[in-house]
């Protein structure tokens, strides 16, 4: 299932393109979180790896600029990066990642969650003392995050990820809002999940997203018979900071104004002593619309200010040039690869595509997309900060002879175009390859690198760009279409987890006929089987190393082609201590950022 997060992050960031190989050198750096192999710029550039979580100054009012307005800010939809930051801010997930981290730290939840030995039970103890917002103002309990996620499989909430997370749940699969079997609520402070598969850790790792946070029955249940939900219009919050609201609980009109506007401001039941947030700022007060070249620039000379979504190409140039201090560039911000077709067409063979994997030149792509500073040539598809990434072959990858020239090899393309039953090393089929990508910077130019590769391997190609919500929606993501090669998709893993961004994408039984993001249409038995019984594995070492495992064969097989893994930029004002998430592709934590 391909989810609001991962399309729209993905197309945010396909606009990110920099040229800015002169502008700021790279070296590596590491945290206890971040991977030791992921390249991080020491050249005055902020990083989320490295930004002081402490001694901000408390007071004062940020201002934030932003060019789009969000997708859904009910927590129980929320699927979006911009969203989060606001959702994170004002809502307690059972955990969450502090900024520099992507290991989930307890949040509603009073410690570790606790997972059976036979891998079928979870179990999680609550803090004592978190309270809801006004109107509702009592304490939340285990009971308002059953509901919560109850409410995550009512078509009229519709959380986009339920079934994928949280479908080994005793009765989640047929879930339409009501009590699911398989949720318990012994006392006030503890939930269990009983589940029908031993998939204990999968369910514990995902208990940092924002559809466990807790909703109060009595006062949403109201607006959740509403299709869709309007709970969103009247929201309270567990968070240090809520939406502005009236006195009787509207939020639509008074702490959001769809398209113009959405205002913080400090939760008055919120207590410092049950949360790990220092929450400085008195108030958050977003502007959204104009464009992000005005924006950009009004950011970096102004004060107490800034855009919380990527900034124009020419901004970032600027604040690379000018305002270094002023701009981060965050790790770990998603993957871009090249769906390439397994199932039917000449990508079939696997030495076809491993000859196309040889022979392009991932430099060129990559430097279409700004080079070392936002990206690093990728060798594979878990990607840095995502645990199983240095089992998986770190920034070398696997060593396998058409992975080790990103520059591109013309001789071992040949070697397996012959091997593929083509004597002179030269593609001879006389099939069409049908490549569609997405229109403008850099996904046009990287369409072009590919486009140019495989002409160069004596491949006839029908080349055609379109817009990329089309590409996804009508060619890429819809296997009928039997599209070859679709240049540039790219995604974003849910949580830290390598099974988020291997399962779904190239696990043969996640064929869908729409929306789907296995665009290889990768369906190998043993790989196939690998993921089934890596999904039960427990304990994040023994998952980074089964998950890593799997990422190798995927190479091995030449099941799609990684080039970018991608890092991205953030500016803001010179009077504010901005504070990214790293495991938010490094958008400004409102609970931490400071002004100075």
């Known amino acids: 299932m391909k989810s609001i997060r991962t399309v729209g992050a993905a197309a945010l960031m396909a606009g990110l393109a920099l040229l800015l190989a002169a502008c700021g050198s790279s070296s ?121 996620i109850d409410r995550g499989a009512n078509p009229n909430v519709a959380n986009p990820y339920f079934h994928s997370y949280f479908e080994a749940v005793e009765g989640a699969p047929k879930a339409s809002g009501g009590p699911i079997k398989g949720i318990t609520t012994p006392d006030k402070h503890t939930i269990v999940f009983h589940l029908t598969e031993p998939k204990g850790q999968l369910i514990a790792d995902a208990l940092v997203l924002p559809l466990t946070a807790p909703i109060p029955k009595e006062y949403a249940a109201k607006y959740d018979a509403h299709k869709p939900s309007n709970y969103v219009n009247y929201q309270v919050a567990t968070g240090p900071y809520m939406l502005k609201n009236t006195s009787s609980g509207t939020v639509l009109g008074s702490g959001y104004v769809p398209g113009k506007s959405a205002t913080l401001v400090r939760n008055p039941n919120w207590t410092a002593s049950t949360d790990f947030r220092p929450a400085y700022l008195n108030e958050i007060q977003i502007k ?10 009004q950011v970096l000379e102004g004060t107490n200010i800034v855009e919380n979504e990527p900034p124009a190409q020419s901004i970032v140039k600027l604040a690379a040039q000018k305002y270094k201090s002023q701009l ?44 070392s500073l936002v990206t690093d040539v990728a060798t594979h598809f878990i990607y840095p900060t995502i645990n199983g990434f240095e089992q998986a072959g770190g920034l070398a990858g696997p060593k396998l002879d058409f992975n080790e020239h990103p520059e591109g090899s013309t001789a071992v393309a040949e070697k397996y175009i012959k091997l593929a039953g083509y004597p002179s090393g030269k593609y001879t089929g006389g099939k069409t390859v049908q490549i569609v990508g997405a229109k403008g910077n850099p996904a046009e130019q990287d369409a072009e690198v590919v486009n140019q590769t495989l002409k160069n391997l004596g491949f006839t190609t029908k080349f055609t760009l379109v817009e990329t919500a089309t590409m996804y929606a009508k060619y890429c993501n819809v296997p009928k279409e039997e599209i070859d090669v679709c240049p540039s998709v790219g995604w974003i893993a849910d949580f830290a987890d390598p099974q988020t961004v291997l399962n779904i994408t190239f696990n043969g039984k996640f064929i869908n006929a729409t929306g789907n993001v296995n665009w290889g249409q990768t369906n190998i038995p043993k790989l196939n089987t690998a993921m089934s019984a890596a999904e039960s594995v427990v304990g994040a070492p023994a998952r980074g190393a089964a998950w890593a495992k799997i990422d190798n064969e995927i190479v091995e097989n030449a099941a799609a082609i990684p080039f970018d ?18 495991w938010d592709v490094g958008e400004w934590d409102y609970s931490y950022t400071s002004l100075k």
């Open 28 to 148: 590596s750096s590491s945290s206890s979180t971040a991977s030791k192999s992921s390249s991080i710029s020491t050249g005055g550039f902020q990083s989320p790896t490295t930004q002081a979580l402490t001694g901000g100054k408390r007071g004062g009012t940020l201002q934030v600029l932003d060019e789009t307005d969000f997708e859904h800010l009910d927590p129980g939809i929320a699927y979006y990066s911009l969203d989060y930051e606001v959702v994170f801010a004002t809502q307690r997930p059972l955990y969450s990642q502090k900024p520099n981290s992507t290991e989930p730290s307890p949040d509603l939840a009073a410690g570790p969650p606790e997972i059976s030995s036979d891998n079928k039970t979870v179990t999680v103890k609550l803090k004592e003392g978190v309270k809801f917002s006004p109107p509702v103002n009592r304490e939340a309990t285990s009971e308002d995050v059953a509901y919560a």
């Open 288 to 297: 959204i619309g104009g464009t992000n070249a005005v924006i950009g620039r």
């Open 328 to 371: 981060e560039i965050s790790p770990g911000a998603g993957s871009h690869y090249i769906g390439v077709n397994n199932k039917v067409g000449v990508f079939s063979n696997v030495n076809l595509r491993k000859a196309f994997w040889a022979a392009l030149d991932r430099t060129a792509m990559d430097k279409a997309r700004g080079g």
């Open 565 to 582: 893994w991608d890092k991205q930029a953030s500016v803001e004002g010179s009077t504010v201590h901005g504070v990214g998430d790293l």
